[in-house]
């Protein structure tokens, strides 16, 4: 015996609606990769070299982008790595900048003291300025026509974490009122920050 005409239609609403949602997911699925992977371009100097715009904007943002520049030394080969030193520098700052609003969020959520916070932060900073940033690599060198050696260096966010984590370990031994303080619970708001913060020069 043949179905209802009502039940048949029901049905046919049921998977159509299923289709859709199935489509949906689909098509969110293709976009969002393009949307995430675009970096901004706003702390990239206008007269950077075409080479440095086009590395940065092949790189993803699971990445720290650092830019150095420099010129004027006794050798080539000298002012590359003066270039790529400023470069590791530039990461270095965000580190910096990923850790106070680590602290600051940390704080927000925790009774620790705020001088205990303050020298916990102090302690983190100058083991990160000290750092050579394992798992950094250098992703181009370039010179412009005015003689200026450009740099471009990243680091991966979980290269990005360890330093973190390294340097927090280090800062508990020194601050005990800060011992059991675990300030990378929100390192993926600070990473995404940092990231959207754009590519930093030095």
Not at 1 to 8: A, F, L, R, S, Y
Not at 119 to 133: H, P, W, Y
Not at 161 to 166: D, H, K, S
Request: proline share 5%.
């Amino acid at each position: 015996m043949d179905k209802p005409p009502e039940k048949c239609y029901i049905r046919y609403m049921k998977i159509k609606k299923i289709t859709l949602l199935i489509l949906m997911i689909f098509g969110a699925a293709i976009l969002m990769p393009a949307c995430g992977y675009k970096l901004p371009q706003s702390r990239v100097p206008s007269d950077a070299p075409a080479e440095i715009k086009r590395a940065v904007r092949k790189e993803s943002r699971n990445v720290l982008i650092g830019i150095g520049k420099a010129t004027g030394t006794a050798t080539s080969q000298l002012t590359e790595t003066l270039a790529v030193a400023r470069a590791r520098t530039a990461i270095s700052r965000q580190l910096n900048s990923m850790v106070r609003d680590m602290i600051t969020a940390y704080r927000a959520e925790s009774s620790l003291d705020p001088a205990a916070a303050l020298a916990f932060e102090d302690n983190i900073t100058v083991v990160l300025s000290g750092s050579t940033l394992t798992g950094s690599a250098v992703r181009s060198v370039v010179k412009d026509d005015k003689g200026t050696l450009w740099a471009m260096v990243i680091l991966p966010k979980r290269n990005a974490l360890m330093e973190i984590e390294r340097a927090q370990n280090q800062a508990r031994t020194r601050v005990p009122a800060a011992s059991n303080v675990d300030i990378t619970v929100n390192i993926e708001n600070a990473f995404n920050t940092a990231v959207s913060a754009g590519p930093q020069v030095h």
